[in-house]
């Protein structure tokens, strides 16, 4: 099945075309002709959200299972022309592509098997004492309810998972809330296809069809109009730490301010003991180097750093790091601008005082080779820049002389999705000590692995404290993440005729 894309937007049920178009640019085969977003097209997609929420939240649990259900079969139902055109956009493997539809439709069956169970609503009951002295109590219930219309920002590094009927549409449809996408302008074609998907499945179900709309890019108006939209109650958003704290102040400074849940990276520390660096620290610095130009290192959760304690493990451990990303092959990356991003801050971190390199390469245009750089711990604290992301696969050990020395770096850290310790039997009481720091630092930390791959289940946090994430209550991966989009309500003596039903 060959998709040829139309190139519109799809806006409360109808394709709807505008006044210009934009080219794609794809890593293989044919550009294709996409509509730009205008902001009239923001309005109309937020008034049909809001008119699709007064049926929508207040339809049944079982109703918006069969939903979700239904927008995975329809999602795979294409899945061979999504794999076409992903791969051709993207430039990612089809067992990459078709790896993250079976994330995309997983999870959405997973939040249509979760929302059935109930306990997302978190449903309480304070039963009236009415003869409670000095005063009665009044009968008291709470439950999580929707909030409204939420608008979703396609990433760039997930033409599926995380755009547009990835993670943040996904758990806004089963809170009960209508989503707007803003598709992004590196795979208009694959967010087109899917966004065809849901209008097949609004269909079948039944829907109303402003529960959903996709506006394509190509105008970066159209993200501010949509942040900033009266109508719209929340943003879900992965991507850059610039494009994300922009959009966050926009959403802070409305009249009526409204939660911005960004994901904006992180370079994902590991700290290896001594004990298991010496014990395997040659398998430790291979599957570092794995993880490290994983998809050209384009993941949030990518592990640029190693920090170690200096000495001949730590010099072992480097020259078998370098041996490891010296047999990595060159990588298309995603979008040209991403891999001339990539290039700038490989030539920042090689500019700072202090850091040596180990393995250099030379990238051009999209084709991206892995970068490794060493540091002590002393130039890494007085030079902030180091802790800054470099998106792709470029790594930076960081050698430390004493275990306080190690302590202060993980201190200095800001925000981060992840922090990994590795450590052996022997490693026990100094990597506790790092506990409480690591914790403070990061949504998820763990041990004697690698944090690429993200498990979607009701346990995962992905977040952390800012610049991890916007917010640093809340994940955008797991059942968890419907939350972001439930607020509570508590109803005091109210009729059980007059109470929703799930109460």
């Known amino acids: ?265 992180s370079v994902n520390p590991m700290f290896i003991f001594s004990g298991a660096l010496a014990n395997r620290g040659d398998a430790i610095a291979k599957g570092w180097a794995g993880s490290l130009t994983m998809g050209a290192g384009q993941f949030c959760t990518n592990p640029g750093i190693a920090v170690v304690l200096a000495g001949k493990h730590a010099d072992s451990f480097a020259k078998d790091a370098t041996e490891a990303l010296s047999q990595i092959d060159a990588q298309t990356m995603l979008t040209d601008g991403i891999a001339a991003a990539y290039r700038d801050g490989q030539n920042r971190v090689a500019s700072v005082t202090g850091v040596q390199e180990l393995l250099a390469n030379s990238c051009d245009n999209r084709n991206a080779m892995p970068y490794l750089y060493a540091t002590t711990a002393k130039d890494w604290l007085a030079n902030a820049e180091l802790a800054e992301e470099v998106f792709g696969p470029l790594g930076v050990i960081v050698t430390a002389d004493t275990l306080d020395q190690m302590r202060e770096v993980a201190h200095s850290l800001q925000g981060q999705l992840t922090c990994t310790v590795h450590v052996d039997a022997e490693d026990t009481t100094d990597a506790a000590s790092f506990m409480p720091i690591l914790e403070r630092k990061a949504g998820r930390v763990l041990a004697n692995g690698f944090p690429t791959g993200v498990e979607v289940s009701d346990t995962m946090v992905h977040g952390g404290p800012y610049p991890a994430s916007t917010n640093f209550g809340a994940t955008s991966v797991g059942t968890l993440s419907i939350r972001r989009f439930l607020r509570p309500v508590c109803y005091q003596d109210m009729p059980e005729d007059l109470l929703p039903d799930d109460l």
Not at 106 to 122: C, E, P, T, V
């Open 1 to 265: 099945m060959t998709f040829a894309p139309h190139g519109k937007h799809l806006i409360a049920g109808n394709w709807v075309d505008g006044d210009a178009r934009f080219s794609s640019e794809p890593a293989s085969g044919s550009a294709h002709s996409f509509a730009v977003g205008r902001v009239g097209d923001v309005d109309a997609a937020a008034e049909a959200a809001e008119d699709a929420f007064w049926s929508y939240a207040y339809s049944t649990r079982e109703e918006r299972a069969a939903f979700l259900n239904a927008i995975a079969d329809e999602i795979e139902a294409r899945a061979d022309a999504i794999t076409e055109i992903g791969t051709q956009e993207s430039g990612l493997p089809e067992m990459r592509l078709n790896g993250e539809r079976g994330r995309t439709t997983g999870q959405l069956r997973l939040f249509a098997s979760h929302i059935l169970q109930g306990g997302y609503l978190d449903r309480r009951h304070d039963e009236a004492l009415p003869d409670r002295q000095p005063l009665p109590r009044s009968d008291l219930r709470m439950i999580q309810r929707p909030i409204g219309p939420v608008a979703v920002f396609g990433a760039s590094n997930f033409p599926l998972a995380f755009s547009t009927a990835g993670g943040d549409t996904a758990a806004a449809l089963a809170a009960g809330c209508p989503v707007v996408v803003k598709g992004h302008s590196a795979h208009p074609g694959t967010s087109e296809i899917v966004a065809e998907a849901i209008h097949a499945a609004i269909q079948k179900c039944g829907v109303h069809p402003g529960v959903f709309s996709l506006i394509q890019g190509g105008n970066r108006q159209v993200g501010s109009a949509l942040v900033q939209h009266p109508l719209i109650k929340a943003v879900g958003f992965t991507g850059s730490l610039a494009g994300g704290r922009a959009l966050f102040d926009l959403c802070a400074a409305r009249a009526e301010p409204i939660p911005f849940f960004g994901e904006l990276g």
